[in-house]
């Protein structure tokens, strides 16, 4: 409580009369308000006033519990200035008063000299201290304080020495303390609590410890008054929360509310206190997790500027502080200076990462991050300049750390990717295959380790996979890459933010592939299908799992039911949030996971919403065969699923090199395609050469597989087919960049009949995505929604939406103004289907922004794919780029057809690229036509698609765009 002014002058005035009472009460007074306001000067008059009392009772009982108040008053002192022999003082204070104190007194004195033990320990990095401290604690009655105590110096004896039962004590203590706390021990006892739990989840890996300790930190702050002194400390304990969970997670939101919590308090830190190089240090190492988790350089290139300032500028702190602090700020330039390099591959950034760590290691010979970091970049320096000896010593630095880690340690997992790196680096250098035998077991042991980010762990188990593969081990191969295919969920988690969980995946695009290859390799084609279903379209799994039915668990465990649909409810594909509605997400993912594993346990429900199994997946296939395309550097497949099983295709002229290059090719060609001129004809051409060189190399070996080796039964002016004979179906679900390109127009030349004259294609991104959307699609247009803006703000005018509107004649119409977003939005839960006329646009650099652009804005995909529709049935995405991914995850199917299709919609069609206008109209119309005469979606656009390319055969950029997706 902030004692008024009032008060402490009133105290002056009888202070002033001599009065040792008022002198102590006036000294206890200003520190109150020291405490509450953080003024300085009032701890300084505090302890210059109990000096004074002192002073006048040198014989006097009263002078020991003087004494011991002005004790409590140095032990402030050394948290305002950091000056050692204040701790000193301390101890010597309550040495003296502690044998002549009465018991209440002796009991403060004691706790007090106990806690300065563990402050001592802190700030020399001296353990004994905390040992001694320990000792004193345990030899007083067992009250609150005592705990507290206890618990500090637990928490700190185990970060000395890893012992996890110090850890665990320490915990204890606090949890038990915190259930009975009261006043303003509340702040002071869950802040410590949520320091240890922080360590905890460090150690373990489990992020509901970790939620709760964030919770804990958040409640501390709150509690803090704003003018407190402790307030900017108790921010950054949070803030170092939010940098952990973002570090660990991937969640670059927790990462960015970190880093503006210490901006604050950089902001509000004097640059003469001691507290600022410590408060800089936590401000880069919060970027520095930034850039690591984004990429950001330009708050790489801020952080630089920061660190290149905070080089000096430490006379503020005490002699082994300054030394410590010195050592973190070179330990973090040199991981700002090697973040830079990995951009920039400039060898003048690699020489001042290094100068940086041998700087931080010659300082302390015992700083493990410093070796740590110290050894990955000397495997950076050979990789780049081949220098031996820069290998030699990142393999026995890495080497070190390892042994010098505790087991299962996030550090040791760490240390060990870095030194199957350099181990590995030296096998190639020697020519030795028998060391991978060495590099196979160190990463292994890296991927097992729970307390690792899930990143690093899918990175090990890849890299362990590809060892087992370089010895043909095929075998074994297969099960180190299916255990980094089922740690994906870990790395894109729903309580991400959709930007977060894109760029997280992102860094692992390919692994599914690779994945599948090996498994094929093995000869088992049935993993190999489990693992793409698996590695892809890991989003969409988590739309399609929001969108299960729940009613057999409602049958059994209704409750539980409704616990797991609320918990669905609030985990809905989001924007980045902060605070505590980012909590909210973290703790709903963290309950959901605990849901799930609650439903599992019952009677018959152990594969409760899991991914599907075989079984299930083959079953998806009962209107038609699904064709998996695969591309790895280690073999290219088809795999073709029916009901029956799996029948891989090998392509052996399919290569991830071809597919780049085509992919390249053909986005260059539609770039050129789009301006009118001489380029205009050599654009089509090459569009053509891709077209057919998808039919060399695919469709034609798997369409001859199956035995689709002639043209369709000939169609009738609407789609129908002449003798009532149906044509066959296909569906394609091209892996990586293949997915950019058009396989349902593969052809082996202008004359040729291609796959539009043999089958029906449609497209998925995953079996478990068709299967979700089981059973034929009946589209009623009664039941349909136009919704048609030709003229959206700051878009060019189409003039053929209002025609193409028209054209098909919907019943319910939302034109021009009309079509909001909420008029949309609220459009798409009353009507089973909907047509857009209008403008769409992909967003190459974060997919879920792809959008529609409507009269006031945007519907994004990552606006549709929160919404669950259950009775929708087809959407029709007139409009550009509406089924185009991007190149940076292309597994994940992110593009607007796929929102449309995790929202609940059975049938959606799009496009790959810009179309014309006035052929918008003509293929969107005659699509139309051919529902209405009774077609299924996929056979009306099949045929329309035909007319099309009949009317312009010479221009496969006008009608190859459109593709049909689920049923």
């Avoid at 668990?553 to 949030?577: C, I, N, Q, T, Y």
């Avoid at 396989?743 to 068709?770: C, E, K, Q």
């Amino acid at each position: 409580m902030d004692p008024s002014d009032d008060a402490i002058a009133e105290h002056r005035r009888d202070a002033a009369g001599g009065s040792i009472n008022a002198m102590n009460d006036l000294a206890m007074a200003l520190r109150d308000r020291y405490r509450y306001r953080g003024d300085a000067a009032d701890l300084l008059d505090a302890i210059a006033t109990l000096r004074t009392a002192i002073a006048h009772v040198p014989d006097h009982p009263i002078r020991h519990s003087l004494r011991a108040n002005l004790s409590a008053l140095l032990l402030d002192r050394f948290e305002e200035f950091g000056e050692l022999d204040d701790l000193y003082r301390v101890l010597a204070g309550c040495d003296e008063s502690i044998p002549r104190l009465d018991p209440d007194g002796r009991l403060v004195a004691e706790t007090m000299r106990a806690e300065t033990l563990v402050v001592l320990a802190e700030h020399t990095g001296q353990a004994g201290f905390a040992v001694e401290a320990l000792a004193a604690a345990a030899a007083l009655p067992d009250d609150p304080p005592v705990r507290f105590v206890r618990a500090k110096a637990q928490l700190v004896r185990y970060r000395f020495t890893a012992d996890r039962g110090a850890l665990s004590e320490a915990v204890e203590l606090l949890a038990a303390d915190a259930r009975t706390a009261t006043g303003d021990r509340v702040p002071l006892v869950l802040g410590l609590l949520g320091d240890a739990l922080l360590d905890v989840a460090d150690d373990t890996g489990d992020e509901t410890v970790r939620q709760t300790a964030i919770g804990h930190l958040r409640t501390t702050l709150d509690d803090t008054p704003s003018g407190s002194p402790l307030r900017l400390q108790r921010q950054i304990n949070l803030a170092a929360a939010l940098r952990d969970r973002g570090r660990h997670t991937g969640d670059a939101t927790a990462g960015r509310e970190g880093v503006d919590l210490m901006r604050d308090v950089v902001a509000g830190t004097d640059p003469e206190s001691r507290f600022w190089p410590n408060r800089l240090d936590n401000y880069l190492t919060a970027l520095d997790d930034l850039v690591d988790l984004t990429g950001d350089l330009a708050v790489l290139d801020e952080a630089l500027r920061i660190a290149g300032r905070a080089g000096g500028g430490r006379a503020g702190a005490s002699r082994a502080g300054a030394s410590r602090a010195g050592v973190t700020t070179m330990l973090l330039t040199g991981l700002l200076y090697r973040q830079r390099f990995v951009h920039t591959r400039d060898e003048r950034d690699l020489a001042a990462a290094i100068a940086a760590f041998v700087d931080a290691v010659d300082q302390d010979p015992d700083q493990v991050a410093a070796q740590g970091n110290l050894a990955a970049a000397r495997l950076s320096e050979y990789e780049l300049t081949g220098d031996p000896e820069a290998l030699r010593q990142a393999v026995t630095g890495s080497a070190a750390v390892v042994r010098g880690s505790p087991p299962g340690s996030s550090t040791r997992g760490e240390a060990l990717v870095i030194h199957a790196n350099a181990l590995l680096a030296s096998a190639e250098r020697r020519s030795d295959p028998g060391m991978l035998a060495a590099v196979r077991h160190t990463l292994r042991e890296a991927a097992r380790i729970p307390a690792l980010r899930p990143a690093k762990r899918v990175e090990a188990a890849r890299d362990w996979a590809r060892i087992e593969a370089r010895t043909d081990a095929w075998s074994a191969a297969t099960d180190a890459y299916t255990y980094a295919v089922e740690l994906l969920p870990l790395v894109a988690p729903r309580r991400l933010a959709r930007v977060d969980q894109q760029r997280a995946l992102a860094r692992l695009d390919g692994l599914a592939a690779e994945a599948a290859a090996c498994a094929l390799q093995a000869g088992d084609p049935p993993t190999a299908v489990r693992l793409l279903e698996l590695g892809r379209g890991v989003l969409g799994g988590q739309g399609l799992q929001r969108r299960s039915d729940l009613s057999q668990l409602r049958s059994r465990a209704p409750g539980l039911a409704d616990e797991l649909s609320a918990a669905f409810d609030r985990l809905v594909p989001s924007a980045p949030v902060t605070g505590l509605d980012a909590d909210d997400r973290h703790a709903q993912d963290l309950r959901l996971a605990e849901l799930l594993d609650r439903a599992r346990r019952l009677d018959g429900l152990a594969d409760f919403l899991a991914p599907p199994n075989l079984t299930r997946l083959l079953a998806a296939t009962a209107d038609g065969p699904v064709v998996l395309v695969n591309v790895s550097a280690v073999r290219s497949d088809a795999l073709i699923v029916k009901p029956s099983g799996v029948t891989p295709v090998g392509l052996p002229g399919l290569t991830p090199g071809a597919v780049t290059d085509r992919a390249a090719a053909f986005g260059a060609a539609l770039a050129a395609a789009a301006v009118p001129g001489p380029g205009e004809r050599a654009a089509q051409d090459t569009v053509a050469d891709v077209l057919r060189w998808l039919w060399d190399e695919i469709a034609e070996p798997v369409l001859a597989r199956l035995g689709h080796t002639a043209p369709g039964p000939a169609a009738g002016p609407a789609g129908g087919v002449a003798g009532g004979v149906a044509w066959p179906r296909v569906w394609w679900s091209p892996v990586g960049e293949l997915a950019m390109l058009p396989l349902h127009a593969a052809a082996p030349g202008p004359d040729g009949a291609g796959v539009l004259d043999r089958v029906i294609s449609s497209y998925t991104p995953t079996l478990r995505a068709l299967g979700e959307a089981s059973g034929p699609v009946a589209v009623d247009e009664g039941d349909l929604v136009t919704v048609a803006v030709g003229d959206a703000p700051g878009a060019p005018v189409l003039a053929n939406v209002e025609r193409e509107a028209t054209a098909i004649g919907a019943p319910f119409r939302l034109d021009g103004e009309q079509a909001s977003v909420a008029a949309v939005r609220a459009a798409l839960t009353t009507h089973p289907s909907v047509h857009f006329a209008c403008h769409g646009a992909s967003d190459v650099d974060d997919p879920s922004a792809s959008h529609l652009l409507l009269s006031d804005g945007r519907l994004t995909a990552l606006d549709v794919s929160a919404l669950d529709l259950s009775d929708a049935r087809l959407a029709v995405l007139s409009a550009c780029e509406t089924a185009l991914g991007t190149r940076r995850i292309p597994d994940e199917s992110l593009h607007l057809v796929s929102a449309f299709q995790l929202a609940g919609y059975r049938a959606v069609i799009g496009t790959l690229w810009p179309v014309n206008d006035l052929v918008a109209r003509r293929v969107a119309v005659d699509l139309h036509a051919g529902l209405r005469a009774g077609s299924d979606p996929a056979t009306a656009l099949h045929h329309a698609v035909r007319r099309c390319r009949a009317r312009y055969p010479a221009t496969p950029t006008l009608w190859a765009a459109h593709v049909h997706s689920g049923r």
